[in-house]
């Protein structure tokens, strides 16, 4: 997907990438995409407490638009990896709090 994605970037194409980035490990391919195309780019962190994730899985979960729910079980699996981005990962960081979202954090050196 490499190549693909590094393409649709190198044409002035905006994409939007939905995949887990929930460790530095799993951020690396993100980065990589970013150097390799030198695009621009925002990496969004949703900065909220877990009471209120869970939340709103319950309300997905329950309103059924999705063809698979999640168990509080899996979110917290999911969760327990999760660390946040440090500076020197070198992101565009757009963090989603609770009311609303906060502007860029600058990428570190």
């Known amino acids: 997907m490499t190549p693909h994605v590094v393409a649709l970037l190198r044409a002035g194409m ?17 980065k990589d995409l970013v ?17 209120v ?3 709103r899985l319950h309300a997905r979960n ?11 079980d899996l979110f917290h699996e999911m969760t327990r990896s999760f660390t946040q981005p440090a500076p020197d990962e070198g ?6 709090r609770d009311g609303g979202r906060d ?5 570190g050196p």
């Open 103 to 107: 502007g860029p954090e600058a990428p």
């Open 62 to 72: 329950t309103a059924g638009e999705h063809p698979f729910t999640v168990s509080d």
């Open 14 to 30: 905006s994409v939007v990438l939905d995949f887990p980035a929930n460790t530095p490990g799993q951020r690396r391919w993100l």
């Open 53 to 55: 994730c869970l939340a």
């Open 91 to 96: 992101f565009v960081v757009i963090r989603h």
């Open 35 to 51: 150097e390799i195309s030198g695009a621009a780019h925002a990496l969004h962190v949703l900065d909220v407490p877990d009471e």
